[in-house]
């Protein structure tokens, strides 16, 4: 496809409700989108010690988001913040000085929450990181999003009570993505 987007999901957990959401919008995107969800359970803590030789791991990460037009950041909210793994991740790919793999992408900004108010201060942090790292965010429309029963259906798609309202973000997040690459 013409637009590739890494995909970073900021919980590591098996069932992770961020995880599926990323599965699902990914859905609602239009056939020029292809999307991959970079792996980042597997990297180191980060060290700037080894700045000058980074784990294999690392280096993939570099690669994808490299090779990526844009981005997707699906996340949970760790006690009022940005969860450490990735902000891990993120530190690790901004790395050696002068490489970062972020600048430039045009990024998106999702959470979902068991909680009614959830991930609105973490996706706050993040677009703080991501903006000192020359990564422009998609401001609106904002997704702070209420993982509860029926937000997915049988098959994992987006449920019925949110399908609208997330179409209309990925058309949004579609446009902008676009507007950056073109
Ligand atoms: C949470 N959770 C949570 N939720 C929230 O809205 N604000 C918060 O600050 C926190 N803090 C927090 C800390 C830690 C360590 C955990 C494990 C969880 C609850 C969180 O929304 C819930 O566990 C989600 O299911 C996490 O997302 P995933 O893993 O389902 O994608």
Redesign the pocket.
């Known amino acids: 496809s013409q637009f590739q987007i890494a995909v970073v999901?900021?919980?590591l957990?098996k069932?992770?409700?961020?995880?599926k959401l990323a599965n699902a919008i990914v859905k609602l995107a239009p056939p020029e989108f292809s999307f991959k969800q970079v792996q980042i359970g597997d990297l180191p803590l980060y060290n700037q010690d080894d700045d000058a030789n980074q784990a294999e791991s690392v280096k993939r990460l570099k690669a994808e988001i490299s090779a990526a037009q844009g981005l997707l950041f699906v996340t949970?909210?760790?006690?009022?913040?940005l969860p450490g793994v990735l902000k891990n991740a993120i530190d690790h790919a901004s790395r050696p000085y002068g490489q970062s793999a972020w600048a430039g992408k045009p990024a998106g900004v999702l959470g979902?929450?068991?909680?009614a108010?959830?991930?609105a201060?973490?996706q706050q942090q993040l677009r703080t990181v991501l903006a000192y790292l020359d990564v422009p965010t998609l401001g609106q429309p904002e997704a702070f999003i209420h993982?509860k029963e029926g937000l997915f259906d049988a098959e994992g798609n987006i449920g019925e009570g949110s399908k609208k309202f997330l179409q209309n973000w990925m058309d949004q997040y579609v446009a902008w993505v676009k507007k950056h690459v073109a």
Do not use: H, Q
């Not at 949970?76 to 913040?81: D, K």
């Open positions: 999901v900021g919980s957990r069932d992770s409700f961020n995880r949970p909210e760790y006690n009022r913040a979902a929450s068991v909680g108010v959830g991930t201060i973490a993982a």
